[in-house]
């Protein structure tokens, strides 16, 4: 694959909670720049983000981020709250505690709340892969399924681990037709980001493969 075909399905991400608009402002730039999937930022810069690309860009969000334990209606809030700013994608957190307690209905009734919110947008949920059991992978590869969301997605970035190839080959094996996977965390160079859309991934969340195509072009 190309640097171009990787590109235009990376999440360029920035989510660090020192971000200052200048900086959000600037991935902005580098992914309209490098045409990326979307651009992944706070909610808080959500409203000045989407004013500032229209509709150049794709603005995602993250929701009940990054530990996943808010309540659900808080989630849903938030969702909406996102959604009314301008977000085109959502990313949510699942409630980590309710699936080691083997909540099922929990989760499963969080995620297509949410999915209900966001209607045709795109709802992606984070499982924190780095957390889980294979058992509780393959688990949440069913829910996410039954859910309707649109992806499954492996990692925070903020949590232990990243993305592993072990992980995106698992889900593949086990979501449904209608699920996509987005491989997030720790992904670090082209060839990476290569071997994990091989995989089945078909959404990238990182920031630095913009970086490195940037770098290389100067």
């Not at 200052?20 to 600037?26: G, L, M, N, Q, T």
């Not at 071997?195 to 991934?201: M, N, R, V």
Request: charged letters at 25%; glycine letters at 6%.
């Amino acid at each position: 694959m190309t640097h171009s075909e990787i590109l235009s399905k990376v999440d360029h991400t920035l989510l660090s909670q020192t971000a200052v608009w200048e900086e959000i402002k600037a991935i902005c730039d580098d992914a309209v720049r490098y045409h990326t999937a979307s651009v992944c930022i706070p909610p808080a810069f959500v409203k000045k983000a989407k004013e500032y690309t229209g509709d150049s860009m794709a603005v995602c969000t993250v929701i009940g981020f990054p530990n996943g334990s808010h309540t659900m209606e808080t989630k849903i809030f938030e969702t909406k709250d996102a959604l009314e700013n301008g977000a085109d994608e959502i990313d949510m957190v699942i409630h980590i505690g309710a699936l080691k307690e083997k909540n099922y209905d929990y989760i499963l009734k969080e995620m297509s709340e949410l999915k209900k919110a966001c209607g045709s947008k795109i709802l992606k949920v984070i499982i924190e892969t780095c957390l889980l059991t294979e058992e509780e992978k393959i688990k949440m590869c069913e829910l996410v399924t039954r859910s309707g969301a649109d992806f499954i997605k492996t990692s925070t970035g903020f949590s232990t681990a990243g993305a592993t190839f072990e992980d995106i080959a698992l889900f593949a094996a086990h979501v449904g037709p209608d699920v996509r996977i987005k491989a997030a965390g720790g992904i670090s160079s082209f060839e990476d980001g290569e071997k994990f859309i091989s995989l089945g991934a078909s959404r990238l969340g990182t920031s630095r493969l913009v970086k490195i195509e940037k770098s290389s072009a100067s």
